[in-house]
C-alpha cells in the first residue's frame, strides 16, 4: 500500500524529518529511508533509534510518530495507475489482496477518504494481523501466505504463490514477495533508484522493475 498505491512514504518521510529534528538530526535520506520500507512499526523504530542515536524507546517513537503522522494522513493521495488499476482487476474478477505492513489502526486513518477504491479488494490484510508472528513481517512472506489463505477461502480455490503477482515499492517486500514464491512487479519512488544496486540481482529472474504502475502490460502478464 504505502509508496505503491498511495504517497504515504513521502509523508514518512517529511513526519519522521520532524522528529529527526527535534533531536538535531536528519532529514531522513533515501540511503536510510530504503532499509525502513515495509518493516513493521517497531522494527522500523528500532533501526531508526540506532541508525540516528535517539535517546528514545521504541514506545516513545512510535507514540511520537502516530502523533504527528496522525495528522498527515488525510492528505494522501493515489499514486500515478493505482487506482486505475484496483478498478480494472475487480472488473476482471481477479482476486486481489493488499497486505501492509501498516496497522489496523494505521491502514484506517490512511485510507478513510479513500475508501471506495479500497473496498474493492477482496481481502485486506494488516501487518499486526495475529496470524503473522511476532518478528515475521516484511522481508518474510507470512504476509502474503496470509493473504492468499484469505482468498483461497473467500473464493473456494487452490491458487499457488506461483500464480500470484506481487506489487511492491521497497526492497523488504520485493524480498518478501519473492520468498513467498510469487512474481514480482517492483515500483520504486523515483528517489530511492540511486540506493537499490542492481535490481536485477535482487530480482534473480522472479519480477521486473517499472516507473510506474501505468507501464504495466497487462495483457503480457495474462489480466
Excluded at 514518512?12 to 513493521?40: C, F, M, N, R
Amino acid at each position: 500500500m504505502d509508496g505503491l498505491l498511495i504517497n504515504t512514504e513521502d509523508i514518512y518521510t517529511q513526519t519522521l524529518s520532524e522528529i529527526l529534528a527535534k533531536y538535531g538530526k536528519g532529514p531522513l535520506t533515501w540511503d536510510v529511508k530504503i532499509h525502513l520500507q515495509g518493516l513493521p512499526g517497531p522494527k522500523a523504530g528500532e533501526k531508526v533509534i540506532k541508525h540516528y542515536d535517539l535517546p528514545l524507546t521504541v514506545k516513545q517513537y512510535e507514540e511520537l510518530n502516530f502523533g504527528i503522522q496522525s495528522q498527515k494522513w488525510a492528505e494522501c493521495i493515489f499514486l500515478s495507475g493505482a487506482m486505475d488499476l484496483i478498478h480494472y482487476l475487480k472488473e476482471q474478477n481477479i482476486p486481489i489482496a493488499l497486505c501492509t505492513s501498516s496497522s489496523k489502526v494505521k491502514y484506517t486513518q490512511k485510507t478513510a477518504h479513500l475508501n471506495k477504491s479500497f473496498q474493492l479488494f477482496d481481502v485486506i490484510v494488516t501487518g499486526d494481523d495475529p496470524r503473522i508472528p511476532d518478528g515475521r513481517g516484511k522481508p518474510f512472506p507470512d504476509i502474503w501466505q496470509v493473504g492468499l489463505q484469505n482468498l483461497n477461502a473467500k473464493f473456494g480455490s487452490h491458487i499457488s504463490p506461483s500464480e500470484c503477482l506481487v506489487f511492491e515499492d521497497g526492497l523488504s517486500g520485493v524480498k518478501s514477495g519473492i520468498a513467498f514464491g510469487a512474481y514480482v512487479i517492483w515500483v520504486p519512488h523515483p528517489e530511492a533508484h540511486p540506493f537499490l544496486g542492481d535490481k536485477e540481482s535482487v530480482l534473480d529472474g522472479h519480477g521486473e522493475v517499472l516507473a510506474s504502475l501505468e507501464d504495466l502490460d497487462k495483457a503480457r502478464l495474462g489480466l
